[in-house]
């Protein structure tokens, strides 16, 4: 059985910082590009970044040198550290999971983050 357990989220006041994991079990952890996604209520789900196994990244623009993605192949686990937190940042964040020549895809069930003084 997949499964994709996210945990970090929290509150925190603006400026400050989080770090986010995933911890995945039930796939080869190595065969997976692992992405953070983040969707707020009524919005789109949208890519924050992602790694590949290769370990190059893709960030979005709006988080680019304050967000940064890590992955421990010991630990089957991806990471997001999040600094200089801003209320816009605030959303469920979600973990993926996709196979890189299958493209058969997983997701956690999200962690919150929201970001007030």
């Known amino acids: 059985q997949v499964q994709l357990v996210e945990s970090g989220g929290d509150l925190v006041q603006p400026g400050g910082s989080l770090r986010l994991s995933c911890t995945t079990s039930?796939?080869?952890?190595?065969?997976?590009?692992m992405g953070w996604y983040r969707q707020v209520p009524g919005n789109q789900r949208e890519l924050v970044t992602r790694?590949?196994?290769?370990?190059?990244?893709n960030t979005a623009n709006s988080v680019k040198g304050r967000f940064t993605i890590s992955r421990d192949f010991a630990k089957n686990t991806v990471y997001l550290q999040m600094n200089s937190l801003q209320p816009e940042d605030t959303a469920l964040y979600l973990c993926?999971?996709?196979?890189?020549?299958?493209?058969?895809?997983?997701w956690g069930q999200g962690t919150h983050v929201t970001v007030s003084s």
């Open positions: 993926n999971a996709i196979e890189t020549l299958s493209r058969q895809n997983y």
């Open positions: 039930g796939i080869n952890f190595n065969l997976y590009t």
């Open positions: 790694i590949l196994s290769t370990g190059s990244t």
